[in-house]
C-alpha cells in the first residue's frame, strides 16, 4: 500500500494541486485566447459542425466508461493478469479524479460564443474531454505496443492514439466549448496520468524470485 500511495496518490495530488494553481493564474490573468474561439465560431460550417460532433463524441463520458470496461475484461483475459487492466483503469480514473477535484473550485467560464453542446455544470478549465482521450487511447497504445514487435503496427497504433486526442481537443475549441489553454491542459493533464500509472504499474520491476532472496538470506544455502 505504501508504495502505490507514493507512486499514485502523491503524484496526483502534486497534478491536482498543480491544475488548481494553473486554472487559477488564467482567472487572475487575462489570456485573450477568446479570439480564437470566436474566429473559429465565425469559420462554422454545416460539414465541420457534424464532424466535431463526431469527434467531441470520442471521448465521452459515457462511451469513455464503456469502452474501459470492455477493454480491461478484454486484457485481462487476454494477458491472463491484472497489471494491463489496472494500468488501464487508474490511467482513466486517475485524470477523472484530477478533473473533478479542481474543475467546480477553479469555474472558469465557457468561450463566449456559441456553444454546439449543451454545457456541462463543470468548469471551463481544463477539458475533461481532452484529458478523458489521453488517459484512455494513449494507454491503450501503450498496452498494445508493449505486446506487439512489428515497427509498422507500433507506429500505426500511436499515430491513432495521438490523433484522437488531437482531434477531440479541436472539436471542443470548434464547438465553442473551451479554450484553447483548456485544451492544452487537458492533453498534459492526461499524459501526465498515463505516465504515472505507466511508471507505476505498467513497468514496473517485477521481485526477484523466491529462491534467490532465500538464498540472500541463508548465504550457504545453495538455491535448486
Known sequence: MRYYALSIVVPLLLLAAATYGVGELILRWPTG????????????????????????SLSDMPYIVVLTLVAVIVFRLVCKRWRESAFLI?????????????????????????HLDPAPPTSSFPSGHVSAAVGFYCAIALILTSHIRDRASRVAIWMVAVAVPLIVGFSRLYRGMHFPTDVIWGLLLGV???????????????????????????PHRVPR
Open 33 to 56: 485566447e477568446a479570439a480564437v474561439n470566436r474566429g473559429l465560431a465565425a469559420d462554422r460550417t454545416s460539414l465541420l459542425n457534424t464532424l466535431t460532433d463526431y469527434g467531441t
Open 90 to 114: 487508474v490511467s482513466v480514473w486517475g485524470q477523472s479524479l484530477v478533473f473533478l477535484a479542481t474543475t467546480e473550485f477553479i469555474g472558469r467560464r465557457r468561450p463566449p460564443v456559441p
Open 192 to 218: 501526465c496520468c498515463v505516465t504515472v500509472a505507466a511508471r507505476a504499474i505498467l513497468y514496473r520491476r517485477e521481485g526477484r524470485r523466491p529462491q534467490l532472496q532465500t538464498a540472500e538470506r541463508d
